[in-house]
């Protein structure tokens, strides 16, 4: 499988990188690896990038992008922070991605039994860890289902919380940066969450 070039960066749809995420994911999941020589990605690329997505992830160690999707050197931008959550520096970096290099498509991915999502909901008080699981604090507010035992040993609960969260994200994304939002009105561009199920390796998009 080649490196994007520009040629091929510039012919794909929002709709046409999606599936590739999704051809990619299946790849995953069954155990199968497109066939790459990443020595002449290193080559194909050391002149420029064209990368289809940017992905928006956990810092958590089993949720690399590049894996799951399948995906080789020069092909997505991946963004990493504990909980996905957003901030100015992340919206920032989809703005570069999609309005300088030319990115069709932005996932926000959540993932299960995620730690941030589980130390929010458990109100972990914890140095700059608090700042930043207060940013999840939205999507557990917004989960109204549970009753009882709304913490992190609710498993139910916390598995709500964290598609909410996903949620929350992407809106936020379209509500402060306006050339993004701009850019998926005119069709250019496509946000849209998903969530990577940690037992099976199987990435639901949420459509």
Do not use: W
Request: charge should be negative.
């Amino acid at each position: 499988m080649r490196t994007h070039t520009k040629e091929t960066q510039d012919k794909l749809t929002p709709e046409l990188a999606l599936e590739i995420l999704k051809e990619g994911n299946k790849r995953f999941v069954n155990n199968i690896k497109a066939h790459r020589n990443l020595l002449e990605q290193i080559n194909e690329t050391s002149s420029g990038q064209f990368p289809f997505a940017a992905i928006l992830s956990c810092i958590d160690s089993r949720t690399s992008s590049e894996l799951i999707f399948d995906q080789g050197l020069g092909d997505i931008f991946s963004i990493r922070i504990a909980g996905t959550i957003v901030n100015d520096d992340i919206i920032g970096s989809m703005e570069f991605a999609c309005k300088i290099t030319g990115s069709k498509l932005i996932v926000v991915l959540g993932h299960s039994k995620c730690g941030a999502i589980e130390g929010a909901c458990n109100n972990i008080v914890l140095g700059h860890v608090t700042g930043l699981l207060n940013k999840i604090k939205p999507a557990i507010e917004q989960e109204t289902e549970t009753i009882e035992n709304r913490n992190g040993n609710n498993k139910v609960f916390m598995e709500r919380v964290a598609t909410i969260n996903v949620y929350h994200s992407v809106q936020q994304i379209r509500e402060q940066s306006p050339l993004l939002a701009e850019m998926e009105l005119l069709k250019q561009i496509k946000i849209i969450g998903g969530f990577y199920d940690l037992d099976t390796g199987k990435v639901t998009f949420f459509e």
